[in-house]
T-cell receptor
């Protein structure tokens, strides 16, 4: 069965700190992987996606993620967070039905 | 392009009632998926419709149903509402033409409160 696991449910960082959010998936086939973000009061929106090719993918707002097939991981990173990055982040495994992780709430202290 | 729209945005119902939620996908998108979002369970997949056919279904009881019209608009119905159905219901559309096109675009959601 497909599943997505996000390691941290709540993360608190100070501005300028580096961010890494963990995501592991379980699926034996070809993977489509996504990170979505939900800012307070806003729609879910796509940060970045991986389908094939370069395992290091870059998304919007300075975010990037690395697909490591051997570890079944797709961790999200940002070198220096800003207060405006405060949001909930979801890792998702795409396919015939998209499976979302439980989400990680990030709070960035100004 | 206009985004995914959902109506109504907020809804209050009582136990035992039924409710219908509506979703209009991005123009040209033929796939519409529905999700339930709650603080405890996160985002859970309800079902997906493509070209008026239900193509995938999550693990929800039969009280949850949906349909899609020829213009790709979709409706979701919940019958015999229970308190636990209180949630944000999200609709997402995608073009679903190829693997690369299964990126989903989400609407703002309908906040359903069951009293």
């Amino acid at each position: 069965a497909q599943s997505v696991s996000q390691h941290n449910h709540h993360v608190i960082l100070s501005e300028a700190a580096s961010l890494e959010l963990g995501c592991n998936y379980s699926y034996g086939g070809t993977v489509n992987l996504f990170w979505y973000v939900q800012y307070p009061g806003q729609h879910l929106q796509l940060l970045l996606k991986y389908f094939s090719g370069d395992p290091l993918v870059k998304g919007i707002k300075g975010f990037e993620a690395e697909f490591i097939k051997s570890k079944f991981s797709f961790n999200l990173r940002k070198p220096s967070v800003q207060w405006s990055d405060t949001a909930e982040y979801f890792c998702a495994l795409g396919g015939f039905k998209t499976i979302f992780g439980a989400g990680t709430r990030l709070f960035v202290k100004a | 392009k206009a985004g995914v729209t959902q109506t109504p945005r907020y809804l209050i119902k009582t136990r035992g009632q039924q409710v219908t939620l509506s979703c209009s996908p991005i123009s040209g998108h033929r796939s519409v998926s529905w999700y339930q979002q709650t603080p405890g369970q996160g985002l859970q997949f309800l079902f997906e419709y493509f070209s008026e056919t239900q193509r995938n279904k999550g693990n929800f009881p039969g009280r949850f149903s949906g349909r899609q019209f020829s213009n790709s608009r979709s409706e979701m119905n919940v019958s015999t509402l229970e308190l636990g159905d209180s949630a944000l219901y999200l609709c997402a559309s995608s073009s679903r033409g190829t693997r690369e096109n299964n990126e989903q675009f989400f609407g703002p959601g309908t906040r359903l409160t069951v009293l």
